[in-house]
């Protein structure tokens, strides 16, 4: 994963960018290698050891460069630099990915919840198994609504029965504040409520 960083000055990566728009696809490479180290760099710097697994990096750094390379046609060189354009386009682009991680993380919790408090149970009869599927999706689309500290509390409290003052220290939360959160999640969750 180590390579030599490659230096471009702002006038070679503009160079490189026509180039390239103009059916010369060999002129990617040099801004390929740069920005994949500066990927790499990035993640490491903004997200620090939340991203553990190389190969994972690798993937989205691969992934984010091909986009760009097909979005190059948006860059305006008359409103800034291009390593600019490319450091925000990466920052976007790790967000959206890191959201998404956090969004199949709660539905992974919820489907395990599932199996720990027998939901899925083979031997109940057809309108049992639809009304807990029903169940299930329901709460899903909840926990997607919910920020991960609200998923804790909402899975400590309402799923396996904890005690709030209880779910409150373990989070390290003083429980006057845990309190108002609490009742907070609880309104947002009233949309769920069927009519």
Do not use: C
């Not at 046609?73 to 990915?97: A, C, V």
């Not at 400590?156 to 029965?161: A, M, S, T």
């Amino acid at each position: 994963m180590k390579k030599k960083y490659t230096y471009l000055t702002q006038q070679e990566e503009e160079d490189l960018v026509e180039k390239y728009l103009n059916g010369n696809t060999k002129s990617f490479a040099p801004l390929f290698q740069k920005y994949r180290m500066i990927f790499y760099k990035n993640i490491k710097k903004w997200y620090g050891s939340a991203y553990k697994d190389p190969e994972e990096v690798n993937d989205m750094a691969i992934d984010f460069l091909g986009k760009m390379s097909k979005n190059l046609d948006k860059y305006d060189s008359e409103k800034g630099r291009f390593g600019t354009w490319m450091t925000n386009s990466m920052r976007y682009f790790i967000i959206e990915n890191w959201n998404k991680k956090q969004r199949q993380k709660r539905i992974k919790q919820t489907e395990s919840l599932d199996r720990h408090h027998g939901m899925a149970d083979p031997s109940a009869d057809i309108d049992k198994q639809i009304e807990l599927k029903g169940h299930r999706k329901l709460i899903r689309e909840m926990l997607e609504s919910l920020g991960p500290e609200d998923t804790r509390m909402f899975n400590e409290v309402l799923v396996k029965g904890e005690s709030m003052a209880e779910t409150a220290r373990k989070m390290g939360i003083k429980y006057s504040t845990f309190e108002y959160r609490f009742k907070r999640l609880k309104r947002r969750l009233e949309k769920f409520r069927p009519e």
